[in-house]
């Protein structure tokens, strides 16, 4: 597509549900992160897929974040009992891995998660 | 960990004013990288880079790497620049993946 398209553009959801976020970036971009930012801050990474692969989850806060990109297109980002302190704006972005727009980042709106 | 610290944390300037935001950032990198967020709306890559100077219509970034600090500058702004500023930096080890955030600047430009 044009941009990076994310959904739902907001999820509220009781304490303890699981959750699904979804990211579509754009075609062609072969490198997608995803980005989690609270209230007042700046983002803080996630995870980071090169084609199918998480080539670095290491930003994951704990087991019950998990996020997988089966075709090397399309990422979902999945929250299992969720907690109030899981609430906060996730941020999906790609980029091209190689050549002139390399690592250049562009987002998507994101999506608002608010965990009652 | 990079730290990274921009400031003002917020800013407010009447319309035709210019402006600077600075950024600075504890250990080197490989690129650092201007975004502008709107409220309720994306984030937009303003720019990437790493040494001297980028323009782009009224936005002016600048780096100094023995320094280790960047300015975005505005000139002549406008109501539409309000926005939140952030500057980010990746490490020369990883790529985009490795990105390190500011808090972010809130800039008001008042007509």
């Known amino acids: 597509g044009a941009g990076v398209s994310q959904t739902p553009s907001n999820k509220v959801t009781e304490k303890g549900k699981y959750v699904e976020l979804r990211c579509d970036p754009i075609?062609?971009?072969?490198?997608l992160y995803w980005y989690r930012q609270s209230l007042g801050q700046g983002p803080e990474f996630l995870i980071y897929f090169q084609g199918t692969g998480a080539a670095d989850d290491s930003g994951l806060p704990n087991d019950r974040f998990f996020a997988v990109r089966p075709e090397g297109s399309v990422s979902t980002l999945k929250i299992q009992r969720t907690e109030r302190g899981d609430s906060a704006v996730y941020l999906c972005?790609?980029?091209?891995?190689w050549g002139a727009g390399a690592n250049v980042l562009t987002f998507g709106a994101g999506s608002r998660l608010t965990v009652l | 960990k990079n730290e990274v610290g921009q400031s003002p944390q917020n800013l407010t300037a009447q319309e035709g004013e210019f402006i600077t935001i600075n950024c600075s950032y504890s250990v080197g990198i490989s690129a650092l990288h201007w975004l502008q967020q709107h409220p309720g709306g994306g984030i937009v890559s303003l720019f990437m880079?790493?040494?001297g100077k980028k323009k782009h219509g009224r936005l002016i970034a600048t780096i100094n790497i023995q320094e280790k600090h960047s300015s975005l500058h505005i000139t002549a702004s406008h109501p539409r620049d309000s926005a939140v500023y952030i500057c980010a930096v990746s490490s020369p080890s990883g790529g985009a993946q490795k990105l390190v955030f500011g808090q972010g600047t809130r800039l008001t430009i008042n007509p």
């Open positions: 075609s062609g971009h072969t490198a």
């Open positions: 972005a790609s980029s091209l891995k």
């Open positions: 880079l790493s040494s």
